[in-house]
């Protein structure tokens, strides 16, 4: 797709998501990086989009670097930031952070248990021992309640979009198919799908790793998740070391 084309799917993507509060979201994250119990943190954001939450937490830490596998979508974010293009199940990292977070559910878009566990060991590496990675999911009720309001149509600047959203019980699919027509009748075509994992099988990944789950809340609360929540947040520690 060419890159005026993703600066257009750019700013559909925004327009849509304009009533998410980024100002409390980063606010979150950064609550969760107290537990550290320490100033000038050195961080790492994967999935990290257009880079709004990260230019919310910028100052806040001692250093950060953001991260996304989209060229393009970095290319939205501030100058002021360290970015990396990657996928984050294959980390080109050397350094060693303190605090490792995720946003957005964009840890639903690995569509296999073996691509969580290739991110949980690739966070690892690059994580220190006292470190801690915290990042969202989408869980099935998310997508039941919802599914309907997504399915929408409007414009912006000129430019028109449909958005069609289905979850497919029987797979645990949840596709948005977007559909873009510019204003010189150009159309852009765009699926997004992300997987929804059972409650159960987020703890039965992690335990195969190096990890285990500190707290699992919902997500902007203080409330254990359960199988029953719409969004759960795994905030993960490292295993002690076995001398």
């Known amino acids: 797709m060419a890159s005026k084309s993703y600066s257009h799917l750019t700013l559909i993507y925004s327009y849509i998501m304009r009533s998410i509060d980024y100002s409390k979201w980063a606010s979150y994250i950064y609550s969760i990086s107290k537990l550290l119990r320490r100033k000038n943190l050195f961080t790492l954001e994967l999935a990290c989009g257009n880079g709004i939450i990260a230019g919310k937490l910028s100052g806040k830490f001692g250093y950060l670097c953001i991260s996304d596998l989209s060229i393009h979508m970095l290319n939205q974010s501030g100058d002021n930031l360290d970015k990396v293009c990657c996928d984050m199940t294959e980390l080109p990292f050397k350094q060693k952070f303190d605090f490792v977070f995720s946003t957005f559910d964009s840890v639903n878009y690995l569509m296999s248990k073996q691509k969580i566990l290739a991110m949980l060991n690739q966070?690892?590496?690059?994580?220190?021992?006292?470190?801690?990675?915290?990042?969202?999911?989408?869980?099935?009720?998310?997508?039941?309640?919802?599914?309907?309001?997504?399915?929408?149509?409007?414009?912006?600047?000129?430019?028109k979009f449909i958005q069609k959203s289905y979850y497919d019980e029987t797979k645990r699919i949840h596709n948005n198919y977007f559909e873009i027509t510019l204003a010189n009748g150009q159309k852009v075509e765009e699926i997004h799908r992300q997987k929804i994992?059972?409650?159960?099988?987020?703890?039965?990944?992690?335990?195969?790793?190096?990890?285990?789950?500190?707290?699992?809340?919902?997500?902007?609360?203080?409330?254990?998740?359960?199988?029953?929540s719409e969004r759960a947040q795994f905030i993960l520690k490292k295993k002690r070391i076995q001398c």
């Open 123 to 159: 966070v690892d590496l690059c994580l220190k021992q006292d470190g801690i990675f915290t990042f969202d999911v989408s869980l099935e009720n998310n997508s039941k309640l919802y599914q309907r309001y997504l399915n929408r149509k409007g414009s912006v600047n000129g430019i």
């Open 197 to 228: 994992y059972p409650f159960e099988d987020y703890f039965n990944v992690i335990d195969k790793s190096n990890f285990y789950v500190y707290k699992c809340k919902e997500a902007f609360t203080d409330i254990d998740a359960t199988p029953e």
